[in-house]
């Protein structure tokens, strides 16, 4: 039997990994930090006697609190004003720090997520992540080992294999973005341009709360205008310092010590740059005190 305090350890213990969890989920620090926090709240008020599987239980209070939470998102987001891009995140400390647990935390896998519903994003992250199985899956979504293995199943066809592709040295991504600021200070995109797939997309996130575009810029040539003609205009007396974020080196766009913009990049199997992510939603942005550079 548990004491309250060894349940505790437990918890604090399982931080990390609830926070990841739960982020995945929620695309949201602040609302990932409340879940956990709502999970450690459920447990000091539970009868201990009843918590025979501690991590077991503190992960399916975590993930039907995040359910909840996500439901109510979603109903928020119908409205959302632009394009919405998750949380920018410096760091999750995962309990293990593999291949696969690093990419889904960067921008395009947590897109990726977007497309499922919340069951099967609570499902495949459980059991492709965290390694659960489906019956104990099953119990925390409340529905049939045979339901569970089908919400598994409809989402690995709906994201594919696109997270486990291998991702890009440190210094490769550092290439990438110079490449990206030189075109924009000098606006000479030609040197750029051959970094591109042919179908790149640019989007940013202003959540209405700042100037940023409406919809996400598709192909080569609209990219590439907007960034050698539109963006430069607004960043060209900015300074661009590099970071960690969502397991990927990132521009942090700053106007003195103000966080202005976080940009991060995804690449195909070619090593092109098929995606551009910006964030300018400044809401986003306000857990973080200052970027490391």
């Known amino acids: 039997m548990h004491t309250q305090t060894d349940l505790i350890h437990i918890f604090e213990a399982m931080r990390p990994t609830l926070m990841g969890l739960a982020y995945r989920i929620l695309g949201s620090v602040s609302d990932a930090e409340d879940a956990v926090q709502d999970t450690y709240l459920k447990l000091i008020k539970s009868d201990t006697q009843g918590i025979n599987n501690p991590k077991a239980w503190l992960s ?28 920018p995140i410096q760091q999750v400390q995962d309990d293990d720090h593999s291949h696969e647990l690093a ?5 395009d896998f947590l897109l990726l997520l977007e497309r499922l519903t919340p069951k099967e994003r609570a499902a495949f992250l459980l059991h492709e992540l965290l390694e659960q199985s489906y019956s104990d899956i099953a119990k925390t979504l409340t529905v049939s080992e045979v339901a569970c293995r089908k919400l598994v199943s409809r989402a690995k ?16 991504q550092e290439t990438l973005l110079s490449s990206f600021e030189q075109a924009l200070r000098t606006g000479d995109t030609t040197h750029f341009a051959k970094l591109l797939t042919e179908d790149v997309t640019l989007t940013a996130d202003g959540g209405g709360v700042v100037p940023a575009l409406l919809e996400s810029l598709e ?9 050698g003609k539109k963006l430069q205009r607004y960043w060209l007396n900015y300074s661009w310092n590099l970071a960690d974020f969502n397991q990927s080196r990132a521009v942090v766009v700053k106007d003195g010590d103000q966080i202005i913009a976080i940009m991060t990049l995804a690449h195909n199997a070619k090593n092109q740059i098929s995606q551009i992510f910006i964030q300018r939603n400044p809401n986003k942005m306000k857990h973080l005190l200052n970027a490391k550079e």
């Open 103 to 107: 990419a889904s935390l960067t921008t």
């Open 157 to 172: 066809t709906h994201i594919g294999r696109e997270h486990v592709r291998q991702q890009l040295s440190t210094q490769q």
């Open 219 to 227: 192909g080569k040539e609209k990219v590439l205008r907007f960034i």
């Open 60 to 87: 399916t209070v975590c993930t039907r609190r995040c359910l909840d939470m996500l439901r109510s998102a979603n109903k928020t987001r119908v409205n959302y004003v632009g394009a919405w891009l998750p949380e």
